[in-house]
């Protein structure tokens, strides 16, 4: 949806929720500048302060660049005009979109923290599987040993299975 304000088009009109906060952050570009306000979830009002910032691309000791300014659309005519432009392209449906993409960042870093869990409790087992698959092998040729019968059965000799395991986890 192009929008327009002044004869220029707003650009990179983004939503991002904030959980902790319940609070959406609303940005664009407008005339080569960013700008953003924040939107409380369930609030009504237009909000009091619009942010205006300095494009990405200068530095702070660099010409043109300033610090971010506040700006109040209640008293200002064109700050009001962008953030009714602002909010007509981000709409509700990007804002359910914003919280949806965060509830689903959150359970994707739940995962990936019991993954993480899971992975050290198995590094943290692993000398001790070791130690016993070493053991099992060793039983198992002592048997093997002192009972010259052969196996019985179809299957493949447990020392066989053991050993396969302990080549891929020792060294």
Known sequence: MATFIDGEHISNVEVE?????????ISCEHKGLRYHFWWSSGATAIPAELYKNPP??????????FHTRCLRPLTSKPALALVHAMWSVAGS????????????QLAADARARADAEQLEKVRN?????LAA???????????RRAHKDPQS???IPAEV???????KVAP
């Open 17 to 25: 929720y904030y959980g902790p906060s319940d609070r959406y952050s």
């Open 56 to 65: 990405l691309h200068l530095g702070p000791h660099e010409p043109g660049y």
């Open 93 to 104: 449906d990007r804002l359910e979109a914003a919280r949806l993409a965060y509830t689903e």
């Open 125 to 129: 087992a692993a000398p001790d599987l």
């Open 133 to 143: 698959l070493r053991l099992a092998r060793e039983c198992i040729a002592y048997c």
């Open 153 to 155: 059965g179809d299957g």
């Open 161 to 167: 299975v053991i050993d396969a395991a302990l080549a």
